[in-house]
């Protein structure tokens, strides 16, 4: 079978606001700042009115203040606002095009309007003002993956470990890219110096699950995977269920393998995986 993916990034509001925090160009009121920071922690929390009027009052105190500008698009980009998030992530790169955010903000809103190629131009233009800007690197990542250019997208996730080196995005990626790239035993070492790194992480323990399942090790690829059914992220859960059934394909237990298929196609019916595993368990 040909290697599915199950690694995928998203355009998370929290990745987001993880580089809103710039160095401020001018020295910006106190009050100003406080307000900034409590709309965007409004914001990750879903009070959306709360994180605009923070924000709104920010911008009164400070009317260039780039990060408030940025946190105030996400808002409307929340709502689905997409025009007024455009107008607020322009200011705010327009105020200042030598600060990352707006320009990943940008291309977050492309990315989520489906124009994928403006979209990697705004992570670029972000990398290009700081090279360690870690979300626009995962997102850049992310996008080159999607589209099927796993050495590029290699070469990114392994830059990302450089500049965010306790987060699992860059070593998943990577271990992710090789595998479609068929460099399976790379893939392992990733994953292994992933592990001693940062411990028993969920989106490592899918790889390592998928490593077992490869060796035909069944029992033990189900026990790395089994904690993850229950996953909080549930394209996860998903991945997980349907790569149990793979295993329970591989060890002849045709109707384990159908009920672990069914229920990832209860989180998602087009998932690859699941659909293989229903498929070959329904022979049987």
């Known amino acids: 079978m040909k290697a599915i993916t199950t690694f995928s990034f998203t355009v998370a509001l929290a990745a987001a606001l993880a580089g809103v925090a ?12 406080e ?56 200011k705010a790169r327009d105020l ?58 290699r070469e990114q996730f392994e830059r990302l470990e450089q500049v965010a080196p306790d987060a699992v995005t860059g070593w998943a990626g990577d271990a992710e890219a090789l595998l479609q790239l068929g460099r399976e035993a790379e893939a392992e070492r990733v994953v292994a110096v992933a592990r001693e790194r940062l411990g028993d992480a969920p989106a490592l323990m899918l790889l ?40 329970r394909v591989g060890r002849g237990d045709s109707a384990g393998a159908l009920a672990a298929a069914r229920a990832a196609l209860a989180i998602d019916r087009d998932d690859e995986t699941a659909r293989y595993a229903l498929v070959l368990a329904s022979r049987h």
């Open 22 to 33: 710039c160095a401020p160009a001018v020295a910006l009121p106190r009050r100003a700042i």
């Open 35 to 90: 307000l900034n920071t409590a709309g965007a922690h409004a914001l990750v929390q879903g009070d959306l009115s709360v994180a605009e009027a923070c924000l709104s009052v920010a911008l009164e105190y400070s009317p260039r203040f780039v990060e408030a500008w940025v946190n105030l698009g996400y808002v409307e980009l929340r709502r689905g606002n997409f025009e007024q998030a455009r107008r607020d992530f322009a």
């Open 96 to 153: 200042n095009q030598d600060i990352p955010a707006p320009h990943h903000a940008l291309g977050l809103l492309a990315d989520k309007d489906g124009r994928g190629e403006e979209a990697e131009r705004h992570y670029r233009a972000a990398l290009k003002v700081d090279p360690g800007f870690a979300p626009a690197r995962a997102n850049l990542a992310r996008r080159l993956f999607s589209r099927g250019q796993y050495e590029d997208a």
């Open 208 to 247: 390592l699950g998928r490593e077992r399942l490869a060796r035909g090790e069944w029992e033990d690829a189900e026990a790395a995977l089994a904690p993850l059914v229950g996953d909080s992220d549930r394209s996860r859960a998903c991945a997980a269920l349907a790569w149990i059934a793979v295993g």
